[in-house]
């Protein structure tokens, strides 16, 4: 019988947790309907950014594409023409693209491009219908306009 | 070891190693040989030391400053530091120094990844820089010609690229302007650079000064895969990496081969690969209906094929002929030479499609008598008819690197070679009169070693441009060599007595003991000489073939690896053949003239795409890689002589061949009264055929066809400089652009084939005399109609 009584009272206090939670507002949010806010360093989808006058930083440089671990990036480059200047000095990337699926979202592209272009953003929904449609191109990776990306685009590097 | 062996060897200490190199080795020689790595950057093992970067500075025991590696020479008992803090600081320094004006713009240049400044500053540099001030600034890349782009920023004036052209490719291309620190390097007044070697520069320049347009930001280092393999242009075979970035060649460049081409390669080899990613490759079998190409499916073309070759094996032996071969591999002139040998039945076969029926070139067979390597070795050099840069440009530097060595050069030529300052001797006439030249000059050599002294030469028999003493000069000189190389080109062999100037030139190369070569052919030409592309017995020569089929005595022409409808020197019989020839199969990777007029069209690989083999001039045989794959349904040529024998049935022996009686050759005047004005038609490395003309940067450096008229020629026919002019032979006439030139001698108007806009062998027939040409203007220079430029 002290064995049943010794029951009943573990059974009781694990209810008093229970109950004690049951009055608590949530911690879990309802995703999608409700989204949380991501820390400030979070590193989410890539954006190539541009400088504040509209030009792109991304000169194609490659070096995005050698540090990556997990070979997720090509680049082809090209040769800025004075009726085409895409970016400042003589080369520009022509093609940029991204595997999203082959990504693991490290940052060393952004830690190791020397004109700041690419930067991970805070967009994490990244989930596609197709392999092909996870293949991010350049126009998908350009920000739309200076900032879009959530960087200043005043800043140096 | 002998005491004289033991005495030329000394012993010096590295970094606490031992050493022991041959004497007159430098430091930087010795330390390389025991794995001790001295960061360069002027240095060039292929070129005597210069000391100018101050990058190789070490420490030598009892020697109060530090010292550069690259120049000092090691000696016994020395004792030396490369480690030291003091060759530590001085580095960084050197570095530092460097850096101060070096834009530091890697990100942007295409040396980035390969590039030596880097990669030492990385190992030796400081880590920062002290220098806050501003750069120098130039206008950036500025174009030196199609091919070269030079960055003023970055170059750090190690003069490694003026010291190749001045050593190792004897063209002076790019010089050093302005003094100490507005010094730069380029070409005099920026003009487009003048060489055939300037891809190598660019694979030499420590930094991004010199850069390819072709390449540029074309890739990085680490995005291409490098295939080994042999560059199949010109037929000297260099080893090539072929770098290869999804799918598509991007770039060549030099694959240490010190018995071909060492570390070199021309341009053609360097920027020639373009054609294989040529938009307009044919892609699936095309057959003619109602007189026009349709695409085909590879059956119904392989089954037409096969049946017109049955049935003209049913109609007799040689019934059907085969022509080409330049443009195979080994393997494919091997499974070609069986398949119309053994299975077709016909010993007409010949690759020899340029061969005039009368020139020398049909009687020798193609190459050189001895290796490359033998060949650098000689002491005296005689190039009869050959313009080597044009043909072989790799050659040329081991005949350079003979002549800085104390070879000498002598030059019996229709014109004046690019090459001439590097020779001793001169000896120029007019294309038709080159044949007594040399035979004068094989009398004055037999007089020169007869009498050990000078014999006079007969001044009636020396031309224009030579003189009796330059003729007893040049016999002196040839006389007096031990290792004697003469090279007979084709201008020589296929010009007016092409057969008399042989057996003079053979004769005089007997009487010195030299060795003769006969430099004739282009790519794989010494293959399908070697895998029997040759006529068998009974069979006819190409120039036979060509008037057999105008006659009517074959049903069946087979094209493989050339382009006759160009390449033969007389454009009316090829006509004619092919007017006569009732069916007509070309393997051809584009539309090429031959293509257009064939019934069927076979869409083949082209020799980056194969695996296999090549042969060289000298008779070595080099390795191909596929580099890339082949598009659309192009196949082989030996997978296409598989299927065909396939579908071809039980094989025929060898039967009895009727003899085709040879078409009456056309007779010529010989010895008479020789024209005014002579056409004489040479090679160029560079021209708009069907694949250098499909390659960017080098149909720029083609540029539009013209002819070099000398200036006595054009005073007197009133035509002058880049304009445009008519040149008329009795067959035809061709309007180009005239460049008033003394290269060419008075007398003679050279063209250059190979542009197939201009189709210059309409304007000759094989005839054994030189064809009279008439030249007159039509538009004054500048004003070149339809907006070409020129």
Same mark, same amino acid.
């Given at each position: 019988?002290?064995?049943?009584?010794?029951?009943?009272?573990?059974?009781?206090?694990?209810?008093?947790?229970?109950?004690?939670?049951?009055?608590?507002?949530?911690?879990?949010?309802?995703?999608?309907?409700?989204?949380?806010?991501?820390?400030?360093?979070?590193?989410?989808?890539?954006?190539?950014?541009?400088?504040?006058?509209?030009?792109?930083?991304?000169?194609?440089?490659?070096?995005?594409?050698?540090?990556?671990?997990?070979?997720?990036?090509?680049?082809?480059?090209?040769?800025?023409?004075?009726?085409?200047?895409?970016?400042?000095?003589?080369?520009?990337?022509?093609?940029?693209?991204?595997?999203?699926?082959?990504?693991?979202?490290?940052?060393?592209?952004?830690?190791?491009?020397?004109?700041?272009?690419?930067?991970?953003?805070?967009?994490?929904?990244?989930?596609?219908?197709?392999?092909?449609?996870?293949?991010?191109?350049?126009?998908?990776?350009?920000?739309?306009?200076?900032?879009?990306?959530?960087?200043?685009?005043?800043?140096?590097? | 070891?002998?005491?004289?062996?033991?005495?030329?060897?000394?012993?010096?200490?590295?970094?606490?190693?031992?050493?022991?190199?041959?004497?007159?080795?430098?430091?930087?020689?010795?330390?390389?040989?025991?794995?001790?790595?001295?960061?360069?950057?002027?240095?060039?093992?292929?070129?005597?030391?210069?000391?100018?970067?101050?990058?190789?500075?070490?420490?030598?025991?009892?020697?109060?400053?530090?010292?550069?590696?690259?120049?000092?020479?090691?000696?016994?008992?020395?004792?030396?530091?490369?480690?030291?803090?003091?060759?530590?600081?001085?580095?960084?320094?050197?570095?530092?120094?460097?850096?101060?004006?070096?834009?530091?713009?890697?990100?942007?240049?295409?040396?980035?990844?390969?590039?030596?400044?880097?990669?030492?500053?990385?190992?030796?540099?400081?880590?920062?820089?002290?220098?806050?001030?501003?750069?120098?600034?130039?206008?950036?890349?500025?174009?030196?010609?199609?091919?070269?782009?030079?960055?003023?920023?970055?170059?750090?004036?190690?003069?490694?690229?003026?010291?190749?052209?001045?050593?190792?490719?004897?063209?002076?291309?790019?010089?050093?302007?302005?003094?100490?620190?507005?010094?730069?390097?380029?070409?005099?007044?920026?003009?487009?650079?003048?060489?055939?070697?300037?891809?190598?520069?660019?694979?030499?320049?420590?930094?991004?000064?010199?850069?390819?347009?072709?390449?540029?930001?074309?890739?990085?280092?680490?995005?291409?895969?490098?295939?080994?393999?042999?560059?199949?242009?010109?037929?000297?075979?260099?080893?090539?990496?072929?770098?290869?970035?999804?799918?598509?060649?991007?770039?060549?460049?030099?694959?240490?081969?010190?018995?071909?081409?060492?570390?070199?390669?021309?341009?053609?080899?360097?920027?020639?690969?373009?054609?294989?990613?040529?938009?307009?490759?044919?892609?699936?079998?095309?057959?003619?209906?109602?007189?026009?190409?349709?695409?085909?499916?590879?059956?119904?073309?392989?089954?037409?094929?096969?049946?017109?070759?049955?049935?003209?094996?049913?109609?007799?032996?040689?019934?059907?002929?085969?022509?080409?071969?330049?443009?195979?591999?080994?393997?494919?002139?091997?499974?070609?030479?069986?398949?119309?040998?053994?299975?077709?039945?016909?010993?007409?076969?010949?690759?020899?499609?340029?061969?005039?029926?009368?020139?020398?070139?049909?009687?020798?067979?193609?190459?050189?008598?001895?290796?490359?390597?033998?060949?650098?070795?000689?002491?005296?050099?005689?190039?009869?008819?050959?313009?080597?840069?044009?043909?072989?440009?790799?050659?040329?530097?081991?005949?350079?690197?003979?002549?800085?060595?104390?070879?000498?050069?002598?030059?019996?030529?229709?014109?004046?070679?690019?090459?001439?300052?590097?020779?001793?001797?001169?000896?120029?006439?007019?294309?038709?009169?080159?044949?007594?030249?040399?035979?004068?000059?094989?009398?004055?050599?037999?007089?020169?070693? =007869?009498?050990?002294?000078?014999?006079?030469?007969?001044?009636?028999?020396?031309?224009?441009?030579?003189?009796?003493?330059?003729?007893?000069?040049?016999?002196?000189?040839?006389?007096?060599?031990?290792?004697?190389?003469?090279?007979?080109?084709?201008?020589?062999?296929?010009?007016?007595?092409?057969?008399?100037?042989?057996?003079?030139?053979?004769?005089?190369?007997?009487?010195?003991?030299?060795?003769?070569?006969?430099?004739?052919?282009?790519?794989?030409?010494?293959?399908?000489?070697?895998?029997? *592309?040759?006529?068998?017995?009974?069979?006819?020569?190409?120039?036979?073939?060509?008037?057999?089929?105008?006659?009517?005595?074959?049903? *069946?022409?087979?094209?493989?690896?050339?382009?006759?409808?160009?390449?033969?020197?007389?454009?009316?019989?090829?006509?004619?053949?092919?007017?006569?020839?009732?069916?007509?199969?070309?393997?051809?990777?584009?539309?090429?003239?031959?293509?257009?007029?064939?019934?069927?069209?076979?869409?083949?690989?082209?020799?980056?795409?194969?695996?296999?083999?090549?042969?060289?001039?000298?008779?070595?045989?080099?390795?191909?890689?596929?580099?890339?794959?082949?598009?659309?349904?192009?196949?082989?040529?030996?997978?296409?002589?598989?299927?065909?024998?396939?579908?071809?049935?039980?094989?025929?022996?060898?039967?009895?061949?009727?003899?085709?009686?040879?078409?009456?050759?056309?007779?010529?005047?010989? =010895?008479?009264?020789?024209?005014?004005?002579?056409?004489?038609?040479?090679?160029?490395?560079?021209?708009?055929?069907?694949?250098?003309?499909?390659?960017?940067?080098?149909?720029?450096?083609?540029?539009?066809?013209?002819?070099?008229?000398?200036?006595?020629?054009?005073?007197?026919?009133?035509?002058?400089?880049?304009?445009?002019?008519?040149?008329?032979?009795?067959?035809?006439?061709?309007?180009?652009?005239?460049?008033?030139?003394?290269?060419?001698?008075?007398?003679?108007?050279?063209?250059?084939? =190979?542009?197939?806009?201009?189709?210059?062998?309409?304007?000759?027939?094989?005839?054994?005399?030189?064809?009279?040409?008439?030249?007159?203007?039509?538009?004054?220079?500048?004003?070149?109609?339809?907006?070409?430029?020129?």
């Amino acid at each position: 019988m002290p064995g049943l009584f010794k029951q009943s009272v573990a059974l009781l206090r694990g209810l008093l947790i229970t109950g004690r939670y049951l009055f608590r507002p949530p911690v879990t949010i309802l995703y999608p309907e409700v989204k949380t806010r991501v820390a400030p360093r979070f590193k989410g989808r890539h954006w190539l950014t541009r400088y504040g006058d509209g030009i792109e930083r991304c000169v194609g440089c490659e070096l995005c594409v050698i540090v990556c671990p997990a070979q997720a990036i090509y680049v082809r480059a090209a040769e800025n023409t004075p009726e085409r200047q895409v970016s400042k000095g003589e080369r520009h990337a022509d093609q940029f693209q991204i595997n999203m699926l082959r990504c693991i979202f490290c940052g060393f592209c952004e830690e190791a491009c020397p004109t700041g272009s690419i930067v991970l953003g805070q967009d994490y929904e990244l989930a596609g219908y197709s392999r092909a449609s996870l293949i991010y191109t350049k126009p998908m990776l350009t920000e739309p306009y200076p900032g879009a990306s959530g960087r200043d685009p005043g800043r140096e590097v | 070891m002998s005491a004289e062996a033991r005495r030329a060897l000394v012993t010096l200490v590295i970094d606490g190693r031992e050493v022991t190199v041959p004497q007159g080795a430098t430091v930087y020689q010795a330390a390389r040989s025991t794995g001790i790595d001295i960061p360069i950057f002027c240095y060039h093992d292929r070129m005597p030391p210069l000391g100018a970067c101050r990058m190789c500075l070490v420490e030598v025991q009892k020697m109060p400053k530090l010292q550069t590696a690259c120049t000092l020479e090691a000696s016994e008992g020395m004792v030396v530091s490369t480690t030291s803090p003091a060759v530590r600081a001085a580095q960084e320094s050197i570095l530092e120094l460097l850096l101060i004006n070096h834009p530091l713009d890697c990100p942007i240049c295409d040396k980035g990844g390969e590039c030596p400044l880097q990669d030492q500053t990385f190992r030796y540099g400081p880590g920062r820089s002290r220098f806050v001030e501003a750069k120098r600034d130039y206008a950036k890349p500025i174009s030196l010609g199609p091919l070269l782009a030079l960055d003023r920023e970055r170059c750090i004036l190690c003069w490694r690229c003026v010291r190749f052209g001045e050593i190792i490719a004897g063209d002076d291309a790019l010089k050093g302007f302005v003094r100490g620190f507005t010094s730069e390097i380029g070409t005099p007044l920026g003009l487009p650079v003048e060489s055939k070697f300037i891809g190598n520069t660019i694979a030499i320049c420590p930094v991004g000064a010199l850069t390819s347009r072709i390449y540029r930001f074309r890739a990085r280092p680490w995005d291409n895969e490098p295939v080994a393999s042999t560059c199949a242009h010109c037929g000297v075979g260099c080893s090539v990496w072929l770098d290869v970035r999804g799918g598509e060649i991007l770039r060549a460049r030099a694959r240490e081969e010190p018995e071909v081409n060492d570390v070199w390669l021309c341009d053609l080899g360097f920027f020639g690969h373009g054609y294989v990613a040529a938009g307009d490759r044919l892609t699936t079998p095309l057959v003619r209906r109602e007189g026009r190409l349709y695409e085909a499916s590879w059956d119904e073309a392989l089954g037409l094929v096969a049946e017109r070759l049955r049935s003209a094996r049913e109609r007799g032996p040689g019934r059907v002929a085969f022509l080409g071969g330049r443009r195979l591999s080994n393997e494919d002139a091997s499974a070609a030479g069986r398949f119309f040998r053994d299975v077709v039945g016909t010993p007409h076969l010949d690759h020899r499609v340029d061969a005039p029926p009368d020139g020398a070139s049909l009687g020798v067979s193609w190459g050189l008598r001895s290796s490359l390597d033998e060949l650098g070795r000689g002491d005296v050099f005689v190039l009869v008819g050959c313009d080597i840069t044009e043909e072989y440009p790799v050659l040329w530097l081991r005949i350079k690197a003979a002549i800085d060595r104390g070879a000498s050069l002598v030059i019996v030529h229709a014109g004046r070679l690019e090459i001439r300052r590097h020779a001793r001797c001169e000896l120029l006439d007019r294309h038709d009169r080159l044949a007594p030249l040399v035979s004068a000059l094989a009398a004055a050599v037999s007089g020169a070693v =007869g009498a050990g002294s000078g014999a006079a030469a007969r001044d009636d028999l020396v031309g224009e441009g030579a003189t009796g003493d330059d003729l007893a000069a040049a016999a002196r000189v040839i006389a007096s060599g031990e290792r004697v190389h003469v090279l007979l080109g084709r201008l020589a062999l296929d010009g007016p007595a092409g057969r008399d100037l042989l057996r003079s030139a053979d004769g005089l190369t007997r009487r010195v003991n030299g060795t003769l070569h006969i430099a004739r052919g282009r790519g794989n030409d010494f293959g399908a000489q070697r895998f029997g *592309l040759l006529p068998g017995e009974g069979g006819m020569d190409a120039p036979g073939i060509l008037r057999g089929a105008a006659a009517g005595a074959l049903d *069946l022409l087979y094209v493989a690896g050339s382009d006759p409808a160009t390449a033969v020197t007389d454009g009316a019989a090829w006509e004619s053949a092919r007017g006569g020839v009732g069916f007509l199969v070309v393997h051809e990777a584009f539309l090429s003239a031959t293509a257009q007029a064939a019934d069927v069209v076979l869409p083949v690989l082209v020799l980056p795409e194969k695996d296999g083999t090549i042969t060289n001039l000298e008779g070595r045989t080099l390795t191909l890689r596929a580099a890339v794959k082949g598009p659309g349904q192009a196949r082989a040529d030996r997978e296409i002589f598989d299927l065909l024998t396939a579908r071809m049935g039980v094989a025929h022996g060898h039967g009895t061949v009727a003899r085709i009686e040879p078409v009456a050759e056309p007779t010529a005047a010989r =010895g008479g009264a020789s024209p005014p004005l002579i056409l004489v038609i040479a090679d160029r490395l560079f021209t708009q055929g069907s694949m250098t003309g499909r390659c960017r940067g080098l149909t720029d450096l083609a540029g539009t066809a013209h002819c070099l008229v000398h200036p006595a020629d054009a005073a007197r026919t009133g035509v002058t400089d880049l304009g445009l002019v008519e040149l008329a032979t009795e067959h035809a006439s061709v309007i180009v652009q005239a460049r008033v030139s003394d290269a060419t001698l008075p007398g003679q108007v050279l063209v250059h084939r =190979g542009y197939d806009g201009v189709p210059v062998h309409a304007l000759v027939r094989w005839s054994p005399a030189p064809v009279g040409v008439e030249i007159w203007p039509i538009a004054p220079p500048g004003a070149p109609p339809g907006g070409g430029t020129p």
